[in-house]
């Protein structure tokens, strides 16, 4: 009896090490995990694309603005402004453990078609405090606190783009379903996952192999414990459901790690008010640099809709 209950003790404290390992590996607060160099070592084409992009961005001056999170955190974000005076903004928001290089490519087309850039760290990363990343159930809050503080700021005449790559195309899609200012015009979503339980459990089985029961089960409880939110607290698809606002989503077709699957589930929640791009040969993130003339065809098209006449 007393060997059996210390088998049973040995048990739950090394499936609790594990899962607390595990948690804290995946949420905690940490260094840029993706590594665009690696990834396109095979297309020395695109990574001397992205180069090019990183220099420009990095020649550009810009303005440091800081808010509060709705639980206290100080956020930081990057303005670029466009090279004529303009009252249109596009509030870009970057992916899991990455950084504001996720729109180095991107941003110089935006900002010729006259929008000023707000290029902001999530919470819990770079300048951004914050222990915990929420993969955008807290941060969609936190792009509703960036929405308003811009129009405190600059006026209520503006009007405002949300825009994300990877876990940001899910915290903009997550943000749509909320009461956001009415100059909040459209969203665009590249390569978002749908929900945090989807994609955890996607990653532990197609690169982990590890099964949905039990061990990801028992992740539930010990992320709200330990991590103060739940993996299935919101999801992308319920989110656009509630949402009124136009929505481009993009997505390459050989992503394989955000499944594609993932956008059309988003556009199939609303698909009336909805477009989906979907980008041949473009791996993770890759959509824009894998065919830059049809993206900037396609966003071009919607941000002129959406901020000009208001509808798509």
């Known amino acids: 009896m007393v060997i059996a209950i210390i088998v049973i003790a040995a048990v739950l404290l ?17 260094k840029i995990v993706y590594d665009v160099s690696k990834v396109l070592e095979d297309e020395p084409t695109l990574l001397h ?13 810009f303005e440091r603005h800081t808010i509060t999170s709705h639980d206290g955190l100080r956020l930081v974000g990057r303005l670029y402004r466009a090279e004529s005076e303009t009252n249109k903004y596009i509030i870009c928001m970057h992916g899991y453990r990455s950084s504001n290089d996720d729109f180095t490519c991107a941003m110089g087309f935006f900002m010729s078609q006259g929008y000023n850039i ?4 999530q919470r819990a990363h770079g300048e951004s405090e914050g222990k915990w990343i929420t993969f955008g159930v807290k941060e969609r809050y ?12 600059f006026g209520d005449g503006i009007k405002i783009i949300l825009d994300g790559l990877s876990m940001g195309a899910t915290t903009v899609l997550m943000a749509s379903g909320l009461d956001l200012p009415k100059n909040v015009k459209g969203v665009i979503a590249d390569c978002g996952f749908t929900s945090p339980w989807d994609i955890v459990t996607h990653v532990a089985r197609h690169d982990m192999h590890i099964p949905k029961f039990p061990l990801l089960y028992l992740m539930l ?4 414990l330990i991590c103060g939110f739940g993996l299935k ?4 698809v319920n989110a656009v459901k509630r949402s009124k606002l136009p929505i481009l989503l ?5 992503d394989d790690f955000v499944p594609h699957e993932m956008s059309v589930k988003a556009y199939n929640a609303r698909p009336e008010n909805s477009r989906l791009i979907s980008v041949e040969n473009a791996t993770h993130g890759m959509s824009f ?15 002129n809709e959406v901020t000009e006449k208001g509808h798509y």
């Not at 409880?221 to 709200?224: C, I, L, Q």
């Open 142 to 153: 936190d792009a509703l606190s960036w929405c308003n503080y811009l129009i405190e700021t």
């Open 118 to 121: 707000l290029a902001i760290a």
């Open 250 to 254: 993009v997505h390459g077709l050989s």
């Open 233 to 236: 607290d919101e999801s992308t």
């Open 14 to 30: 090394i499936t609790a090490a594990i899962l607390y390992y595990f948690a804290k590996k995946t949420f905690a607060r940490g």
């Open 289 to 303: 640099v894998v065919d830059e003339e049809r993206c900037k065809k396609e966003l071009g098209y919607f941000l």
């Open 221 to 224: 409880p010990t992320v709200k």
């Open 49 to 61: 694309r992205i180069s090019e992009g990183k220099d420009e961005v990095g020649s550009m001056p």
